[in-house]
């Protein structure tokens, strides 16, 4: 008993070590930024440095058993990328709106790469969070239907081999929801009559897309008592729904 209290009590007190750290680094970085000691380049930097060193520490505690602190490390680091990248671009005006968008697709692309690895769906949909949430960060103001929905596709289908592949069927839940906020969006703010030959070609495209997810996840017998998965069941009729109203919308005059 007396070794277990021990253990528990150096537990806690790294844990509070490790915010007292972070909360002192914070206030330090912000009085150095406020009296301008470091520049725009610089608080970047410093910001892409923390993200990646985070996720890198993070493996220290998942190491040892840790797994969900772990994952909430990785979780703040991985935002950290996100908006340090989204600060270069659309704060500072340091890099290109193509550069930015080519690293986020990276730190997106990492994160699949590490849930796969580590068997962890909690990662997953970080990097679903973060790859949806791409092209808003970086949005210009500008019409980029062609880029925006090809993008998407690419990260739908992403999403659907992940799926396919592991037991992570709450992802094409967050898939849809993605495509179907961005769509909305993007038609909200951008569609025209002259563009209905390409819009209606991507809205079948993502039709398509969700409709075959009943053949491409495996069907698992749930018990007599329990209801069949509403993935395979409630999602594609969504699908069949928001694509009939897509088109009724083009094409209602």
Known sequence: NTNIEEKIGQYWLNRVGIVAVLI??????????????????????????????LNLWSERFRSRGYATFSYSLKAVGIGTLYLSLWGAFQVYHLIAAEAAFVAMIIVTAATIALAWSQDAELLASFAMVGGFS???LLS?????????FGYVFLLDVAILVLAALRPWRRLLWGSFAGTLILYVGWYAEYYSKEQRGLTVFFATVFGILFAVIPLVIRYEKPPASAAPSLTLTLLPLLNATWFFLALYVMFDR
């Not at 912000?30 to 892409?48: D, H, M, Q, S, T």
């Not at 210009?140 to 925006?148: F, I, R, Y």
Request: glycine share 20%; hydrophobic share 45%.
């Open 24 to 53: 002192g680094v914070s206030y330090f970085l912000k009085y150095a930024f406020e009296n301008n000691w470091i520049g725009p380049g610089g608080r970047i930097v410093i910001g892409l440095l923390a993200g990646v060193g």
């Open 140 to 148: 210009t103001g500008q019409n980029h239907e062609a880029v925006l």
């Open 134 to 136: 791409t092209p808003a």
